[in-house]
């Protein structure tokens, strides 16, 4: 059973550029996260999703950044227009539908965005 | 808002000595708290979790215990190996929701 794919794992972009970071969650899992590492800061939660809904996307910026999970394809997280501070490594995790507050998240290898 | 205090890195160990990696944290209620460990090249695998105080997880020869009155979670192995080298990452979830909030993370590693 392959575990969350992430891809592509490393990713240059210029200032001004668009970011397009895709997850492939675990066979049979339905809800996906997102989240983000700072340089020297722990893992903060972005984005929750279930298959063509956003559940909870308290954790993402205003402005520049939106993520889907189509029905069909992994989940898409996306940047626009990138800026030096977007650069960080992006993790994505997914679990099973059910009880979600009790399902172990299972993780991703991430991708990691540097920003020139 | 919850956060995840844990004792910075890197670590550099040799074979066979006794690790340990310091996690406090700020939450309200009782939370639940994890250990996750990533291995070069890998995404982060639960390698402990504990729900309640005193609660002691354990795997892989890994251990830590719940403390509520320190607002702890230390890890701790008695005895390391070089395959334990890795990233530790402290975290907790606090009850009925789904977000973790993380440590910065300790990158341990082990020599022969």
């Known amino acids: 059973n392959a575990g969350v794919m992430q891809n592509p794992r490393h990713l240059v972009r210029r200032r001004g550029q668009e970011a397009r970071l895709r997850c492939s969650p675990m066979?049979?899992?339905?809800?996906v996260y997102w989240y983000r590492q700072l340089p020297e800061e722990g893992l903060k939660f972005m984005v929750y999703?279930?298959?063509?809904?956003?559940?909870?996307e308290s954790g993402m910026p205003k402005e520049r950044f939106s993520a889907e999970f189509p029905k069909e394809g992994p989940s898409i997280l996306r940047i626009q227009q990138v800026v030096r501070g977007d650069s960080a490594a992006y993790f994505c995790?997914?679990?099973?539908?059910?009880?979600?507050?009790?399902?172990?998240?299972?993780f991703g290898p991430g991708t990691r965005l540097t920003v020139l | 808002g919850n956060s995840v205090t844990q004792m910075e890195g890197p670590v550099t160990l040799s074979e066979e000595a006794f690790l340990t990696i310091n996690c406090t944290y700020t939450?309200?209620?009782?939370?639940?708290l994890f250990w996750y460990v990533q291995y070069p090249g890998e995404g982060l695998q639960l390698l402990l979790k504990a729900t309640k105080a005193d609660d002691k997880g354990s795997n892989k020869g890994f251990e830590a215990t719940y403390r509520k009155e320190t607002t702890s979670f230390h890890l701790e192995k008695g005895s390391v190996q070089v395959s334990d080298s890795a990233v530790y990452f402290c975290?907790?979830?606090?009850?009925?929701?789904?977000?973790?909030?993380f440590g910065a993370g300790t990158t341990v590693t082990v020599r022969a």
């Open positions: 999703l279930q298959k063509e809904n956003i559940i909870d």
């Open positions: 066979k049979g899992h339905s809800h």
């Open positions: 995790a997914s679990s099973p539908g059910g009880t979600w507050a009790y399902n172990e998240q299972f």
């Open positions: 975290a907790l979830r606090s009850l009925g929701d789904y977000k973790l909030s």
């Open positions: 939450a309200t209620g009782y939370p639940s």
